[in-house]
T-cell receptor, first 113, second 112 residues
Framework: DMKVTQMPRYLIKRMGENVLLECGQD?????MYWYRQDPGLGLQLIYI???????SEGDIPKGYRVSRKKREHFSLILDSAKTNQTSVYFC????????????FGSGTRLTVL | GDSVIQMQGQVTLSENDFLFINCTYS??????LFWYVQYSGEGPQLLLQ???ANNKGSSRGFEATYDKGTTSFHLQKTSVQEIDSAVYYC???????????WGSGTKLIIKP
């Protein structure tokens, strides 16, 4: 079953707290992504991972870091969350260079108070 | 730099109306173009891929066209239904780094 799973679906944190968003995929895709989605701004790429321990900054990496220790798992970490990081975060994966195989998770709605 | 512009932030139609969404792109490379759809509460999913100049792709009643001369691509549907209410994104895959460049999305609202 081709699926990208994100946990949790909803998360409320206070400013300054650490946040861990988790993503898993069952398709053995090499490439995984973290995006954030804000009204009027569409999808903004935070980080891209080409495989285990092979991560690159996207367009808006500041304030975020990632970890990929297994091909099927990709984590997004916010150290000391800020209120402007309130957003919906999407994880996605695909075979490298094949956008037609791109699958997204259902998203995590993060609220930082 | 490479970019995709999607000007229509929101489109409101009635059932059975004609839908037309337009994107323009800018790149020095050889892009592959896509349309994705995002239903409420879900992540985006692939709707259509268009790979050849002046070639149409079609899926679920939607049709995509691509004009290399004007560096634009379009999504259209002859008769929209309420179930088509969603956000539609155009996207361009760069052959240089395999990254997707996204448009800002068009929210389609169908009045019952």
């Amino acid at each position: 079953d081709m699926k990208v799973t994100q946990m949790p679906r909803y998360l409320i944190k206070r400013m300054g707290e650490n946040v861990l968003l988790e993503c898993g995929q069952d398709m053995s895709h090499e490439t995984m992504y973290w995006y954030r989605q804000d009204p009027g701004l569409g999808l903004q790429l935070i980080y891209i991972s080409y495989d285990v321990d092979s991560n690159s900054e996207g367009d808006i990496p500041k304030g975020y870091r990632v970890s990929r220790k297994k091909r099927e798992h990709f984590s997004l970490i916010l150290d000391s969350a800020k209120t402007n990081q309130t957003s919906v975060y999407f994880c996605a994966s695909n075979y490298r260079g094949r956008a037609e195989t791109l699958y997204f998770g259902s998203g995590t709605r993060l609220t930082v108070l | 730099g490479d970019s995709v512009i999607q000007m229509q932030g929101q489109v409101t139609l009635s059932e059975n109306d004609f839908l037309f969404i337009n994107c323009t792109y800018s790149t020095t490379g050889y892009p592959t173009l896509f349309w994705y759809v995002q239903y409420s509460g879900e992540g985006p999913q692939l709707l259509l891929q268009v790979t050849t100049a002046n070639n149409k792709g079609s899926s679920r009643g939607f049709e995509a066209t691509y004009d290399k001369g004007t560096t634009s691509f379009h999504l259209q549907k002859t008769s929209v239904q309420e179930i088509d209410s969603a956000v539609y994104y155009c996207a361009m895959l760069m052959d240089s780094n395999y990254q997707l460049i996204w448009g800002s999305g068009t929210k389609l609202i169908i009045k019952p």
